[in-house]
């Protein structure tokens, strides 16, 4: 993301910025996006510290994102991640996202990747939707 996007992203009203930091400075951020209409929130980016990787900092940047969609109604949080980031992709699929496609050649670097959605319905209200004719 460039320097002028992430500004933008700043004072969207359609964007949530969080930042985890502790007394020695940033330990990571989280940005998610919410368009109006749409249930769906998608989580843009989440970078953690080098040196503070293996701390939950990650975990818990996501737990927020998820709490902030929660608080605008929205029923579901979807995100791309690198095939090839196995750490990330652990750590969705504990949180319960779930793969549902993949992007080709999605990265600046042609990497590719999965796309992950989590539903944020509690499970009853899952069912009741799901049975729905």
Not at 4 to 19: K, T, W
Not at 62 to 67: A, D, N
């Amino acid at each position: 993301m460039t320097l002028r996007q992430f500004r933008h992203h700043l004072g969207a009203p359609s964007s949530d910025l969080i930042v985890a930091a502790s007394a020695d400075g940033v330990l990571g951020y989280a940005l998610l996006f919410h368009r109006r209409g749409s249930q769906v929130a998608r989580v843009y980016s989440i970078a953690v510290a080098t040196a503070a990787r293996g701390q939950g900092v990650g975990d818990r940047l996501l737990q927020r994102l998820e709490t902030i969609a929660r608080t605008y109604g929205l029923s579901e949080v979807r995100l791309e991640v690198r095939k090839d980031n196995a750490g990330a992709l652990a750590l969705y699929e504990r949180r319960g996202y779930r793969r549902f496609g993949e992007r080709l050649g999605y990265y600046e670097d042609g990497a590719d990747a999965w796309r992950l959605s989590k539903s944020l319905l509690p499970r009853r209200r899952r069912r009741e939707r799901l049975a729905r004719p």
